[in-house]
């Protein structure tokens, strides 16, 4: 490559790194503790439950797709 186009690359990234951070303001930051950002005890526990039957395939007798172990499900 030459030298026009590492510029303009660098250039590219430069710009789109830039615009993709912002101040979040005071009065945006109670947003974060709403209910509704939070993960509910139930939903944790069935994206655990899911990952768990998955990853561990030959254990079985949890109710979820399960195979031999060998990821054929």
Known sequence: MNTKMKLTL???AVVLTATSCTNV????KNK???????????KVEKNESNFQSYREG???????????GCGCN
Not at 32 to 39: K, Q
Not at 59 to 67: C, D, H, Q, V
Request: charged residues 20%.
């Open 10 to 12: 660098l250039a590219v």
């Open 25 to 28: 303001k005071e009065y945006q």
């Open 32 to 42: 974060i503790n709403d209910s509704e950002m939070a993960l509910s005890a139930r």
């Open 58 to 68: 030959a254990s079985g007798a949890n109710g979820g797709k399960t195979g031999g």
